[in-house]
């Protein structure tokens, strides 16, 4: 079994801070913990604004709290984001997400992520050879 405190997580080398400055993520589950599948506790900062395009990875997101949207690149979409939405980029699509207030937000990803992971210039995360 597996165990642990967002708060412990939070004041560790699980907490990995977005270098554009949208957003911190806490990498509570990884790969070497092997379930399959990452989760994070991800902070978007009010008024982030940033393209992302997830190509290697497959991602689920929560709304725990805060408010936002996000849109579809790929047919000009805007859905809202507040809690209790879910959103899953099945199909590994291209989106711009927008915080208009800070959002607390649960996320899976697979494959997993080995945890230093940040957005490359595409706005995905690298497919290390340690996630595959």
């Known amino acids: 079994m597996i165990v642990r405190h967002l708060p412990d997580a939070e004041q560790s080398n699980r907490k990995i801070v977005d270098p554009q400055g949208n957003w911190d993520s806490t990498r509570m589950l990884l ?50 984001i507040k809690p209790g939405t879910m959103y899953a980029l099945d199909k590994h699509d291209k989106h711009v997400l927008r915080a ?4 607390k937000m649960a996320c899976v990803f697979n494959p997993p992520l080995i945890g230093n992971e940040v957005h490359n210039a595409e706005g995905a995360y690298e497919l290390s050879a340690d996630a595959i």
Do not use: P, R, W
């Open 31 to 80: 790969k070497s913990d092997g379930m399959g599948f990452s989760f994070h506790i991800t902070t978007i900062y009010t008024g982030a604004d940033f393209q992302m395009h997830y190509q290697n990875h497959l991602e689920s997101v929560y709304c725990i709290s805060g408010e936002g949207e996000i849109e579809s690149l790929e047919d000009g979409k805007v859905y809202s």
């Open 100 to 103: 208009f207030s800070e959002m």
